[in-house]
């Protein structure tokens, strides 16, 4: 059955593409979320007031129980952390496969992220201001490094030299992009095929790209890599809502309009506001200059997207390539992202060494010595990235939560994972904490300033 479109044109489908979802129509999406298995035991409902919706218990939770166990609908591995991994890759690292960092996550919730899908383990709110800066490493090392014989590297490489205890550390496969680019390799053929599918044919660089404008986009990550990260998530979400689009107009023969907005659907659930007058004020920015700070960041989004348009425009999806529409996708991430951190495979096989008895640890640093020497403090450089959850998003923030982002040891896949702090009943609203809740009343609302608005939650009014 063909969708209906109401013939708005241009300038309708716009509006309608930034308009908040209906009462109905937001009701009927996570209800049909619901029914393929995300967030049993909770409900999304619209709110009077600010904060727009909530997640409710729909039964009750003890402490320390699981709430919530979502796969990402989009998100990445840092530009810079990327970069870090393979400096270190190339200064010594104990294996090629340690930097097999599954480059994205795909908009569909399968993991194809670029954490380590056996190492993943905590998932905090992050605040992207600083999405370009954080690298993951550990910056000047405080260990001064040791160079690594050459002999050493080549037997471990050739498989000559096997490190003691090294089988019990186990790292994933290394798949290369199906479009032959040399930027994105994956965990498994899974996460390939569903990267490929999901947003990367159109973003990838390779030989087999579905990229109109392989140059463009070329440039179009340059400029990300240098400027903001959070310009490649955009990115994916333009991507991702073009290929569903496609696939639908094929597959129930809709209008490009109907099948546009059917495919922005998952989008347009989440919060938005224009990122270049969402995002905080830096510290080192007088306020005096703030409008023209946010006047320099709504033109640094505006030539990332001219970028974006050069490679993979299509005219009869053109309301989608606004800058409206990508100014409120970033503003969508900039507010409800969570921060993923992945631990080290190499550090955790050194702190096992470290943990060994005292005779069985000696034996074992004969041979990883030179390589820990080799790493320095960077043995312990972690993989790290952000992403955006359909109903983690929907969580509004307290200072006093009853629910926390974080992993259990049998949470490896890249979900994200919220444990109950303590008894949640039944009608209860659940609620996490979008920053540091052991901070000040004064710090957390400057804290909160960043997300645009002043809390009222028990413990502030208590406090104020």
């Known amino acids: 059955m063909a969708m209906e479109v109401d013939g708005d044109g241009v300038d309708g489908i716009l509006q309608k593409l930034l308009a908040p979802p209906s009462p109905q129509s937001m009701q009927n999406y996570y209800a049909e979320l619901s029914k393929q298995g995300a967030g049993a035991g909770l409900q999304v409902r619209r709110m009077d007031g600010d904060t727009g919706k909530g997640v409710f218990a729909n039964e009750d939770f003890e402490a320390e129980e699981l709430v919530l166990r979502e796969p990402p609908l989009v998100g990445a591995q840092h530009s810079r952390n990327k970069l870090a991994r393979r400096l270190l890759l190339d200064d010594g690292s104990l294996s090629e496969d340690d930097n097999a960092n599954h480059d994205d996550m795909d ?34 090392s405080k260990k001064k490094k040791k160079a690594l014989p050459s002999d050493a590297r080549s037997a471990l490489e050739s498989g000559a030299l096997e490190l003691p205890y090294s089988d019990r550390f186990p790292l994933p496969d290394v798949v290369p992009c199906k479009g032959g680019c040399s930027d994105d390799v994956y965990c498994s053929d899974k996460c390939a095929e569903a990267a490929w599918t999901n947003h990367h044919s159109l973003l990838c660089t390779g030989p087999s790209s579905r990229c109109k404008n392989i140059d463009a986009l070329v440039s179009f990550k340059e400029f990300t890599n240098e400027t903001n990260d959070i310009f490649h998530i955009a990115a994916q979400v333009i991507a991702a809502t073009v290929l569903r689009a496609r696939k639908l107009e094929g597959s129930i023969k809709c209008k490009h309009e109907s099948a546009l907005l059917k495919a922005w659907e998952p989008f347009a659930m989440g919060f938005k506001l224009l990122w270049w007058e969402t995002v905080a004020l830096p510290p080192d920015v007088d306020p005096a200059d703030e409008r023209q700070f946010r006047d320099q960041m709504k033109d640094i989004a505006a030539q990332s997207l001219t970028l974006l348009k050069k490679a993979i425009y299509e005219d009869k999806y053109d309301p989608l390539f606004s800058l409206d529409v ?48 080799a790493l320095g403090d960077d043995y312990a450089a972690y993989c790290e990235g952000s992403a955006f959850y359909t109903l983690q998003s929907c969580m509004n923030h307290s200072c006093r939560p009853n629910a926390r982002a974080f992993k259990r040891d049998e949470d490896r896949d890249g979900h994200a994972v919220l444990l109950a702090l303590r008894p949640i009943k039944k009608g209860e609203e659940v609620t996490i904490s979008y920053i540091d809740e052991d901070a000040s009343l004064e710090e957390r609302r400057a804290a909160l300033a960043d997300y645009a608005f002043l809390c009222r939650c028990s413990r502030c009014l208590e406090e104020s």
């Not at 905090?124 to 000047?140: A, F, K, L, R, V």
């Open 107 to 140: 908009a569909d919730g399968e993991s194809t992220t670029s954490m380590n899908d056996e190492d993943q383990d905590e998932m905090e709110p992050e605040d992207t201001n600083d999405i370009d800066d954080d690298c993951g490493c550990s910056g000047e």
């Open 326 to 373: 990508y100014g409120r996708i970033i503003g969508m991430f900039e507010l409800n992202n969570l921060d993923l951190v992945v631990a080290s495979p190499v550090e955790d096989y050194f702190l096992y060494i470290d943990d060994l008895p005292p005779a069985a640890k000696a034996e074992a640093e004969a041979y990883t010595k030179p390589f820990l020497e």
